[in-house]
């Protein structure tokens, strides 16, 4: 018979203050993974976001982002022309040939400059992208030096203002409207018309470097890459949306990943000393227990048990505590830097549920070595001096 | 010293405390040391920023190219002394996750601008004498077992095709804070190859005379091309790369700020512990009164404990920090410097101390006022 639950219940109410100290570092070892852990998948989660997996995009052969890359616009015409694009009601083949650029202008916050990404697009592009949808005003008109600015960049830049002129190219352009992109990387940028765009950056005309296509069914992206490989007229290469917008995330989700599980793991350390501090103390306190335990009957394998039960439900009630704590992140917006594309991102934090059980089995990980030597030290001490000490 | 034996005593009597209670102190200190680095490598531009050098860069962004023709005009400027340029290469070695960054370069003027990097001579008489050859940073060259002499192919991301360059030299830099991560090689050969429009460069370095006439002469920069269809904003190096930390954004200061945070509790904690460990012996020390230990020896006695758990924390948790910035950045040349710079060795060195005092003040100073009667009687 294992020894009773109740037992290690009513022995945390006894020593309520030092299993509160290791409860709480715990809880805040356990907060921090969580919160490092859920900015990094809010990064990705955001550029992922924009992509659809109704949409494939196409680069020149070779680029691994839109920055690099460069589409003719005759490459972009037959391609336009495959089956596997869909058409609008018209049946004209439904895409975006885009050009992007970023432009230096001030931060609200602080007054120097960041990078806004200024994308240059097509008049389909709202029907391309469906989860982005005028807020405010209206869309550009083409050839205008009209431009429309997302959420997340209205709120960054100053002078990102509805009705307002911004400055950037070496032209003044207006702000027509402001677009929700449903928190992805979109609300970040700022579109406006392709043409207008190539003429203020002075690159040649009709020279695109991304061409966004929406297909007439996810799984019709295969045939449009084969269909595109074969061709001997192009040099492009087409991937889903999502698989592109994963791939820009890498670099900052690593460099976050890294630096969020070295500092995490080294707190962990930290807290697994406390516990281990705990659990010594509670062993210590407790020798004639212990011993009259074993004087019963239970065997030295049931004690050792016991006391880790005790240090796993501290654990993880800590990292239950430290999981609740940290929920409401989710949500905060951050901004970093991308540096695959240059340019300036919000972000919003996500806690998802594999996040809040990595957390947990990190909790269960810290309260196992906290507990486990200090058990076997209760349950390698002879009993006869230890019911005779004290 | 004669108090060597006892302190030792003291510190051996509940070893596993002593062990806990320094391997705590280690850890906060190695986590100082850790945010110490992450903190530098976001830094580590605006550290090594020249305070002689300006970046003159296209208006729009830095995307954005400039002429080569203003290499004469910027010369012409009051104020300026050399200038120099280069261009974003932006390829890939093997795979996208080796990183690291290569400029095309002036290769007559770019030496004397950054005389921080150390070349010998003849590798760099070597590289200016073959059109595809190259120079690569200590840092760089040993992440790949690379040799002077090797071919590199290199994979254009803007320029296109596979670009090869032959290492005719390493540099070296002066301070651990500078970035040996980087790839040269002649501009030259990039304007012959470019798909682009040729004679455009990236960005200007210029140095100028006086470092306090910095704003004048930016300003005399930028109003020399104004209204130019390449109009140019210049600024100082340290504010052109402090511009690339504050992009960082959120990022740095979560982690930072987090890592503060754990670092103060887990030294609180460790306080906490190290005076608990003086109070339960008390009666201990009410017994050397009573010998004849006069209340300022106690004093001395109680703090030369606490700074010792300090001390030993702190050493080793330091060294562990600066062994592990030894094996290198851990994100794969996301980081180019990641080091332990002797500025935070200091701070480490002042923070042990300050918690060793700050933890054994207080029960020492209790034990000095102790009177021994008491003391003896709690027992």
Not at chain 1, 171 to 199: M, P
Not at chain 1, 284 to 303: K, M, N
Not at chain 1, 347 to 352: D, L, N, P
Not at chain 2, 181 to 189: D, L
């Amino acid at each position: 018979m294992a020894i009773p639950l109740i037992y290690n219940v009513r022995s945390i109410q006894g020593r309520f203050s030092s299993t509160l100290v290791a409860l709480f570092s715990i809880a805040g070892v356990v907060a921090v993974l969580i919160a490092m852990l859920a900015m990094a998948s809010g990064f990705k989660k955001t550029l992922v976001a924009s992509g659809s997996a109704h949409n494939a995009i196409i680069l020149r052969g070779g680029a691994t982002s839109e920055m690099e890359s460069s589409l003719e616009l005759e490459q972009i015409k037959i391609i336009g022309d495959d089956p596997r694009i869909a058409r609008d009601s018209a049946g004209r083949p439904l895409y975006s040939a885009e050009v992007v650029v970023i432009a230096a202008l001030p931060l609200r916050s602080s007054g120097t400059d960041a990078n806004v990404q200024i994308r240059g697009v097509s008049q389909d592009a709202l029907a391309i992208r469906d989860t982005v949808k005028l807020l405010k005003g209206r869309f550009f008109t083409p050839g205008l030096a009209e431009i429309v600015i997302g959420k997340h960049a209205q709120e960054t830049y100053s002078g990102f203002d509805l009705g307002k002129n911004i400055h950037f190219g070496g032209r003044d352009w207006s702000i027509v409207g402001v677009f929700d992109a449903g928190g992805s990387a979109f609300d970040s940028e700022s579109w406006c018309d392709a043409n207008v765009l190539n003429q203020a950056y002075k690159r040649p005309e009709n020279l695109f470097q991304s061409m966004t296509a929406r297909l007439t069914a996810p799984a019709a992206l295969q045939d449009l890459k084969n269909a595109v490989s074969t061709d001997p007229r192009l040099t492009v290469g087409v991937k889903s949306e999502i698989a592109y917008y994963e791939e820009q995330s890498v670099m900052i989700t690593t460099l976050i990943n890294v630096l969020g599980f070295l500092v995490a793991g080294v707190m962990g350390i930290g807290a697994i000393f406390g516990a281990l501090n705990t659990m010594y103390a509670a062993v210590s306190s407790r020798y004639r227990e212990i011993a009259t335990l074993r004087a019963i009957g239970f065997r030295g394998s049931q004690v050792v048990l016991s006391f880790m039960l005790e240090s796993l439900i501290i654990a993880f009630l800590g990292g239950l505590l430290g999981a609740l704590i940290i929920l409401p992140i989710n949500g905060y917006t951050a901004s970093t830097i991308n540096w695959q594309t240059f340019s300036h991102m919000s972000f919003a934090f996500a806690v998802t549920p594999d996040i809040l059980i990595q957390g947990l089995l990190f909790s269960l990980i810290l309260g196992f070595f906290g507990g486990f030597f200090p058990a076997l030290r209760a349950a390698r001490r002879p009993i006869a001096p230890a019911l005779r000490g004290l | 010293m004669k108090y060597l034996p006892l302190l030792l005593a003291n510190l051996g009597r509940k070893k596993m405390r002593t062990i806990l209670t320094i391997g705590s102190f280690t850890v906060a200190l190695f986590l100082f040391g850790l945010l110490g680095v992450i903190d530098m490598s976001f830094n580590q531009g605006v550290e090594v920023a020249g305070v002689d050098r300006l970046i003159v860069r296209n208006k729009t962004s830095l995307i954005m190219p400039l002429p080569i023709a203003y290499k004469e005009r910027l010369g012409q400027i009051q104020g300026v002394k050399d200038v120099t340029f280069a261009s974003w290469f932006g390829g890939v070695y093997q795979e996208p996750k080796n990183f690291f960054p290569q400029f095309a370069i002036d290769v007559d003027t770019y030496r004397g601008m950054f005389p921080e990097f150390i070349i010998p001579d003849q590798q760099w008489e070597d590289f200016a004498r073959d059109r595809q050859g190259c120079i690569v940073g200590r840092k760089t060259l040993e992440r790949f077992n690379w040799k002077i002499g090797d071919r590199i192919p290199i994979q254009a991301t803007i320029y296109r095709g596979l670009w090869d360059f032959t290492i005719r030299g390493v540099y070296d830099a002066k301070r651990e804070a500078d970035d040996t991560t980087q790839f040269w090689f002649h501009f030259n050969y990039l304007n012959e190859r470019t798909p682009f429009p040729k004679d455009y460069v990236g960005w200007y370095t210029v140095r100028i005379h006086d470092p306090d006439n910095a704003g004048p002469v930016a300003k005399a920069v930028d109003e020399r091309f104004a209204n130019s269809s390449f109009e140019t904003t210049t600024e100082t190096e340290k504010a052109f790369m402090a511009g690339f930390v504050k992009q960082f954004g959120n990022i740095k200061l979560i982690i930072l700020s987090v890592g503060s945070v754990v670092m103060f509790t887990l030294l609180l904690i460790t306080g906490g512990n190290m005076s608990l460990s003086i109070r339960e012996r008390i009666n201990e020390i009410a017994v050397l009164k009573a010998i004849g230990f006069g209340p300022v020896r106690v004093l001395g006695l109680v703090l030369a404990e606490s700074i010792g758990y300090a001390v030993i924390g702190g050493f080793l948790g330091l060294s562990l920090c600066k062994l592990f910035t030894l094996s290198g950045d851990p994100t794969n040349g996301l980081l180019p410097v990641f080091f332990l710079s002797h500025e935070t060795v200091l701070y480490g060195i002042g923070i042990t101390l300050l918690v060793g005092l700050v933890s054994g003040s207080i029960p020492a100073l209790v034990a000095m006022r102790l009177n021994i009667v008491d003391a003896m009687r709690r027992v």
